[in-house]
């Protein structure tokens, strides 16, 4: 029996990247000799065993042939006289399909170290279309590498765009769409991800909410990039900048940032190229979009709140007092400060995404953190120990509150006005 290490490792390795998880092929041997051996049998489908001692991974050679539609639909054969170069000609791509022996020497059949030195995703065979996920699997690996120059093939773009419109895709499950997708979300450019399903014509099929902002104009004094599907990517580029690294749950600032201007698609063609009202308007594609897709609940509300209040922050400097309060209530920031950190990132995104606006002040920010600091600090368990009881905690609350955001706005707004003049956005 021959061990190789295979797949995302070796290809991570030989991209001196941090190699996550490491996975296992066996060639020449049988369930029964890895399971005397000590192996512990995890796979359901096909024979998928942990190491006694290390736990990874260790699947026996394979070939794999489609039956149906769909996942569920294969015929696997793992038997022990099975080929390496048997099992690699069954996956994706060509830098996925080298393997690594027990010396440390590279076996290559599909010339995946070639395909990675020229940052080529190139799949390896017609085979790539048994799995309609794959065609989420090399959008995601372009949005993950684009900034080591990886390009997707020509003939693997044909195959994808091939896939995308045989209607395969409406076989996948929610489940592992929007796991790769959330993989993708965290990648270093996940709008990448977005824009090659959108070339491929899977965005369509996928997220029709967010294809349908494709040509949906935007006032070029404020937009100079016009097109709200180009406007979106860049604020989710900007997303993915202002997340690494911070303390926020940057998967769900992302998702969000994507998200807030669903409403622009549904804004009638009379009133284009404005959009009057796409904030509510864009709530229903959302929770659809969650739906359909399972979207986790943080998620979906994240993306629910960025899309209803974003042009509320946007407007920032000149709302009322009042008006704060009610905005500062409906997002609860009392109770959840950190979600209300993430929305204001989505709001700079959102100021930032635009083509010539990258570096644009956003002096919003800075305002609202200043109010928030001044009417969270009005203290509840003072008002409790005044022996206001029930709804009068929260009325008495309101107009402490109140006062407090009076008095800082009277105190900063000059500050800020004189400062900035914000441009202003839709
Ligand atoms: N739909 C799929 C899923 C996986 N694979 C193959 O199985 C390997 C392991 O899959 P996975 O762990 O999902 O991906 P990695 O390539 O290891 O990438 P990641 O870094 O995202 O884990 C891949 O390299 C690829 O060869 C495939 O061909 N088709």
Known sequence: MKVYLVGGAVRDRLLNLKVQDRDWVVVGATQQQLIEQGYLQVGKDFPVFLHPQTKEEYALARTEVKSGSGYTGFICDFSPHISLEQDLCRRDLSINAIAQDQQGNLHDPYRGVADLNARILRHISPAFAEDPLRVLRVARFAARYHALGFKIAPETLSLMTEISLSGELGHLSAERIWLETEKALAEKDPQIYFEVLHQVGALAELFPEIENLHQVPNPAKYHPEVDSFIHTMLVLKQAALLSEGEDVHKNALRFA?????????????????????????????????????????????????????????????????GTILKLFNQLDIWRRPRRFQELMLVCLADNRGRTGFEQSPYPQQAFLQELQLAAAAVDVKAVIAEGFEKQAIREELNRRRLAALSKKLAEIRPLFIQNQSPPSLY
Do not use: F, M, W
Request: aromatic share 6%.
């Open 257 to 321: 940032a994507l998200c807030h201007d669903l409403g622009k698609a549904l804004t009638p063609q009379a009133i284009l190229p404005h959009h009057y009202g796409h904030e509510k308007a864009g709530l229903v594609p959302i929770k659809n979009l969650c739906q359909r897709l399972k979207v986790p609940v943080y998620y979906r509300e994240l993306a629910l709140l960025c899309c209803e209040y974003h042009s509320h922050v946007h407007k920032a400097l000149e709302l009322r007092p």
